[in-house]
């Protein structure tokens, strides 16, 4: 599934997004590790895919993970492949630091 998603260009996306996110917040180190796909239809030229994600940063430093926020996307197939034209990301649960982190 992770072939799949990556053919959809959701990592690179997700890099872009959590490096504006980072910048804006004063975060470093931001990795969004993508879950299984809950959901997942596709179309001739549509899909439409919801993950369960986490997120680890760190924070002034600090270590911190957000785990199992939900990740909704919207594709399109076009002649130059698929391209995500629609994002969500619902957080579950509060961010928390990591045990042992400096």
Same mark, same amino acid.
């Given at each position: 599934?992770?072939?799949?998603?990556?053919?959809?260009?959701?990592?690179?996306?997700?890099?872009?997004?959590?490096?504006?996110?980072? #910048?804006?917040? =004063?975060?470093?180190?931001? /990795? %969004?590790?993508?879950?299984?796909?809950?959901?997942?239809? $596709? *179309?001739?030229?549509?899909?439409?895919?919801?993950?369960?994600?986490?997120?680890?940063?760190?924070?002034?430093?600090?270590?911190? #993970?957000?785990? =199992?926020?939900?990740?909704? /996307? %919207?594709?399109?197939?076009?002649?130059?492949?698929?391209? $995500? *034209?629609?994002?969500?990301?619902?957080?579950?649960?509060?961010?928390?630091?990591?045990?042992?982190?400096?």
């Amino acid at each position: 599934m992770g072939r799949l998603l990556a053919t959809f260009g959701v990592a690179a996306f997700l890099a872009t997004k959590a490096a504006v996110f980072a #910048k804006t917040n =004063g975060i470093t180190d931001g /990795f %969004v590790t993508l879950g299984k796909p809950l959901e997942l239809y $596709i *179309t001739a030229d549509h899909a439409y895919v919801v993950t369960r994600d986490d997120y680890t940063y760190k924070m002034k430093g600090k270590p911190m #993970k957000q785990t =199992g926020s939900i990740h909704t /996307f %919207v594709l399109q197939k076009s002649s130059a492949g698929w391209r $995500i *034209t629609g994002e969500a990301w619902a957080s579950t649960a509060s961010a928390a630091p990591v045990s042992g982190g400096s």
